[in-house]
């Protein structure tokens, strides 16, 4: 082997071995959040808490990142981190009700929350959210609060029965559990008429006040038929197709 070679395979381990030490365990964040730490620390106090090397406190930065994008842990109010349940915050799944209201099972499974369909902050079906806790449990009756941030969304397409009216079309989830109407812009329909089943995919989620919107990326057809059902429950729960 060239001494050329030797160098870059050299080089080649070298960089392997930054890539190791880059991932920051964030079990032991975690762990210490929910234990030790007792309060939100910021990463200052984490740093030291956790004895971090100044070589370790991008990969310990980027690791928070993670955690808070994946719903595990909340950035509060100073830049400090906690676990949401050590803040009265719960991250779970949200299920949808017929008649709006929805309830979100923690992660842990040991919690359910009731929030009404005014304060879902526009979750729908199936979403990861974070969900704040204002009223406890209490004799029998849920604890309740409201919705304060989506981690996830469920679904980026869904099954909804067209209308159009002057160019303007309207899509209504098939299943109603799902969420509001969605609005289909004028040249977005794929040629969809009044009636029909179709797949919207989703281009404006309903938050923040925003109005949900979205194309029509298919037609099902008429909903009467069998053939159109079949191809509506594919679609629906994502099957192969």
Not at 43 to 55: H, M, P
Not at 58 to 84: C, H, T, Y
Not at 155 to 166: C, F, H, Q, S, T
């Amino acid at each position: 082997m060239s001494s050329r070679y030797r160098k870059k395979a050299a080089k080649g381990k070298e960089v392997t071995g930054r890539e190791k030490r880059s991932a920051f365990d964030e079990e032991k964040i975690l762990r210490y959040l929910s234990g030790e730490a007792g309060r939100p620390l910021a990463i200052g106090e984490l740093s030291e808490a956790l004895k971090v090397s100044r070589g370790e406190r991008r990969s310990l930065r980027a690791a928070l990142d993670r955690l808070v994008a994946e719903g595990k842990l909340i950035r509060i109010k100073g830049g400090r981190f906690a676990q949401p349940s050590k803040v009265h915050l719960v991250t779970g799944t949200v299920q949808i009700t017929s008649s709006g209201d929805g309830y979100v099972n923690s992660d842990s499974g040991d919690e359910e929350v009731r929030v009404s369909a005014s304060l879902l902050g526009g979750a729908m079906n199936s979403d990861t959210v974070v969900v704040r806790v204002e009223r406890q449990a209490y004799k029998g009756r849920k604890a309740s609060g409201r919705i304060i941030r989506i981690v996830k969304r469920a679904r980026k397409e869904l099954v909804a029965y067209y209308e159009e009216d002057e160019g303007l079309g309207t899509a209504h989830p098939q299943d109603d559990r799902t969420g509001p109407a969605i609005i289909i812009p004028p040249g977005m329909s794929s040629g969809a008429k009044t009636g029909q089943l179709v797949v919207v995919g989703i281009t404006t989620y309903p938050e923040k006040g925003r109005v949900p919107k979205g194309v029509v990326k298919q037609i099902l057809g008429d909903p009467d038929t069998l053939k159109t059902q079949t191809l509506a429950v594919i679609r629906s729960l994502e099957l192969p197709h």
